[in-house]
T-cell receptor, first 115, second 111 residues
Framework: GAGVSQSPSNKVTEKGKDVELRCDPISGHTALYWYRQSLGQGLEFLIYFQGNSAPDKSGLPSDRFSAERTGGSVSTLTIQRTQQEDSAVYLC?????????????FGPGTRLTVT | EDKVVQSPLSLVVHEGDTVTLNCSYEVTNFRSLLWYKQEKKAPTFLFMLTSSGIEKKSGRLSSILDKKELFSILNITATQTGDSAVYLCAVDFYNNNDMRFGAGTRLTVKP
């Protein structure tokens, strides 16, 4: 079956512009995660959605970052007024159970470059 | 501050060699430790470890956790070029949706 998909795969933007990154989780997966991977760094947790519960935004690095998940499925991560330090690969993952986090399935990622 | 440290940062071996990758952690509310293999962008799950001293095996890969000394090792025997990847270690928490990842070990297996 289809895995997690993300779009775009690559995005180059100018400093100060807004960007939207999209994630389509595996159908039926109730949990969705966004991570960021900067050059030479491990994955950094950003935000977590579980069903209709309020999202866990504890990992968002600043108020320029926001995310939403419409209808419990597709999620969009928005970065406003992008900065060069936002350049990274943004990974989305979904899993079937809130407690089954080890079964996270990752998407292919979006490589964001802010010039 | 919670932290996960992997070593070495990079490793170059030849096919057939055995490698051991290390992951140490200092965290509160530890629940489990996970290993991932990352080729290109997306990590793929390898193991989840919650109990000390119980080895998990999958083919040529195996892993074990020591909750007293706060570390885990990932062993790969008879390495192949297809094992070349970044291996990520992550820690999972109780009552927290965060996962804290290490910086990874970049393994290169030469023919």
């Amino acid at each position: 079956g289809a895995g997690v998909s993300q779009s775009p795969s690559n995005k180059v933007t100018e400093k100060g512009k807004d960007v939207e990154l999209r994630c389509d989780p595996i159908s039926g997966h109730t949990a969705l995660y966004w991570y960021r991977q900067s050059l030479g760094q491990g994955l950094e947790f950003l935000i977590y959605f579980q069903g209709n519960s309020a999202p866990d935004k504890s990992g968002l690095p600043s108020d320029r970052f926001s995310a939403e998940r419409t209808g419990g499925s597709v999620s969009t991560l928005t970065i406003q007024r992008t900065q060069q330090e936002d350049s990274a690969v943004y990974l989305c993952a979904s899993s079937q159970l809130a407690g089954g986090r080890y079964e996270q399935y990752f998407g292919p990622g979006t490589r964001l470059t802010v010039t | 501050e919670d932290k996960v440290v992997q070593s070495p940062l990079s490793l170059v071996v030849h096919e057939g060699d055995t490698v051991t990758l290390n992951c140490s952690y200092e965290v509160t509310n530890f629940r489990s430790l996970l290993w991932y293999k990352q080729e290109k962008k997306a990590p793929t799950f390898l193991f989840m470890l919650t109990s000390s001293g119980i080895e998990k095996k999958s083919g040529r890969l195996s892993s074990i956790l020591d909750k007293k000394e706060l570390f885990s090792i990932l062993n790969i025997t008879a390495t192949q070029t297809g094992d070349s990847a970044v291996y990520l270690c992550a820690v999972d928490f109780y009552n927290n949706n965060d996962m804290r990842f290490g910086a990874g070990t970049r393994l290169t297996v030469k023919p």
